[in-house]
């Protein structure tokens, strides 16, 4: 059975009813698109959805433990495990990723068209109370020298957070995740990361490894598969497996082919493969040119991406 969660709003400032409508509102749409993380042992803190693929936004120092198991809950009342597929301690960020199906993702707007007296909104699990959401305005933009090589900005507002709050979103008006909630800063300014910080570095970590889900071996090539192949070279891949699962059916490719070339691009060896996959790797299948029981043969195997595993 589904758990209902908690829901209260807190603010410094009182708010006319329309606007407590349009809140309510935001609430609403956003609420299946944020998650409690628990760690094994530990408090838990706040996540919320990035992407369908089960990709996940929380705070570095909410999963700072890789010896510790993690967790999420999501509204609806599924408890998922998860595993943290990326982190960077210094600006206190970190993606998880958990399998399941209908999860919907907060839409992200732009931090850099925040103004000042602009209201904003947070929701989170304060002290362990689920789907709290509290109210502010949005007080400055400020820089923070991490290191010699490397400056932060920062989100300051009078937005209440509380332990449970930190790597839940920061909204605006409309709704939009525009920061991320990292911790109390002094009195009543609280701190977020901007989501034009977010969106740069997630932008930048590594995709995955493409890969056709086929287990390979270089073999020598028979004088007459040489002769009939268009770049006549001397060796191949044999396919000697054949991934389960998601790889099933997806390809063209059989037991027992030898893989000669994609294109005008020889494949001689399993460099060869992976180089020619990695400049493929937008797209959805991979034209392969075989030789199935000496015929030589034009198919097509689907491309999938090998997710990466946790990153330092």
Same mark, same amino acid.
């Given at each position: 059975?589904a758990?209902?969660?908690?829901?209260?709003?807190?603010?410094?400032?009182?708010?006319?009813?329309?606007?407590?409508?349009?809140?309510?509102?935001?609430?609403?749409?956003?609420?299946?698109?944020?998650?409690?993380?628990y760690?094994?042992?530990?408090?838990?803190?706040?996540?919320?959805v990035?992407?369908?693929?089960?990709?996940?936004?929380?705070?570095?120092?909410?999963?700072?433990?890789?010896?510790?198991?993690?967790?999420?809950?999501?509204?609806d009342?599924?408890?998922?495990?998860?595993?943290?597929?990326?982190?960077?301690?210094?600006?206190?960020?970190?993606?998880?990723?958990?399998?399941?199906?209908?999860?919907?993702?907060?839409?992200?707007?732009?931090?850099?068209?925040?103004?000042?007296?602009?209201?904003?909104?947070?929701?989170?699990?304060?002290?362990?109370?689920?789907?709290?959401?509290?109210?502010?305005?949005?007080?400055?933009?400020?820089?923070?020298?991490?290191?010699?090589?490397?400056?932060?900005?920062?989100?300051?507002?009078?937005?209440?957070?509380?332990?449970?709050?930190?790597? *839940?979103?920061? /909204?605006?008006?409309? #709704? %939009?995740?525009?920061?991320? !909630?990292?911790?109390?800063? +002094?009195?009543? $300014?609280?701190v977020?990361?901007?989501?034009?910080?977010?969106?740069?570095?997630?932008?930048?970590?590594?995709?995955?490894?493409?890969?056709?889900?086929?287990?390979?071996?270089?073999?020598?090539?028979?004088?007459e598969?040489?002769?009939?192949?268009?770049?006549?070279?001397?060796?191949?891949?044999?396919?000697?497996?054949?991934?389960?699962?998601?790889?099933?059916?997806?390809?063209?490719?059989?037991? *027992?082919?030898? /893989?000669?070339?994609? #294109? %005008?691009?020889?494949?001689? !060896?399993?460099a060869?493969? +992976?180089?020619? $996959?990695?400049?493929?790797?937008?797209?959805?299948?991979?034209a392969l040119?075989?030789?199935?029981?000496?015929?030589?043969?034009?198919?097509?195997?689907a491309?999938?991406?090998?997710?990466?595993?946790?990153?330092?």
């Amino acid at each position: 059975m589904a758990q209902t969660p908690t829901f209260s709003t807190e603010s410094s400032i009182p708010l006319p009813d329309v606007f407590s409508n349009e809140l309510t509102e935001i609430f609403n749409r956003s609420q299946p698109g944020i998650v409690q993380v628990y760690t094994e042992g530990r408090g838990g803190g706040t996540g919320f959805v990035w992407h369908k693929d089960g990709r996940i936004i929380t705070n570095n120092h909410v999963v700072s433990r890789d010896d510790l198991k993690v967790q999420v809950l999501l509204s609806d009342g599924r408890r998922l495990s998860a595993k943290v597929l990326h982190r960077n301690p210094q600006l206190d960020l970190a993606v998880l990723k958990v399998s399941a199906d209908n999860l919907q993702p907060l839409i992200v707007g732009k931090s850099s068209a925040l103004r000042v007296g602009e209201w904003v909104f947070a929701i989170g699990h304060p002290w362990g109370q689920r789907w709290v959401v509290t109210a502010g305005i949005m007080s400055t933009l400020s820089e923070v020298k991490l290191d010699k090589d490397l400056t932060a900005q920062y989100i300051k507002s009078d937005v209440r957070l509380a332990p449970g709050n930190s790597g *839940g979103p920061l /909204l605006n008006a409309d #709704g %939009e995740v525009v920061g991320i !909630n990292a911790m109390i800063f +002094g009195g009543d $300014l609280s701190v977020s990361i901007p989501s034009d910080t977010l969106v740069g570095w997630v932008a930048n970590l590594p995709k995955g490894r493409a890969t056709l889900g086929l287990l390979v071996q270089q073999v020598e090539l028979p004088e007459e598969v040489q002769q009939a192949s268009k770049t006549q070279q001397a060796t191949g891949l044999l396919v000697v497996g054949i991934q389960s699962g998601r790889f099933a059916g997806s390809n063209d490719v059989l037991l *027992g082919d030898i /893989l000669l070339g994609s #294109g %005008e691009q020889p494949i001689k !060896n399993s460099a060869d493969l +992976g180089r020619i $996959l990695n400049e493929q790797s937008e797209h959805e299948t991979l034209a392969l040119t075989v030789s199935r029981g000496g015929t030589i043969l034009a198919v097509e195997a689907a491309i999938q991406t090998q997710e990466l595993e946790q990153a330092a």
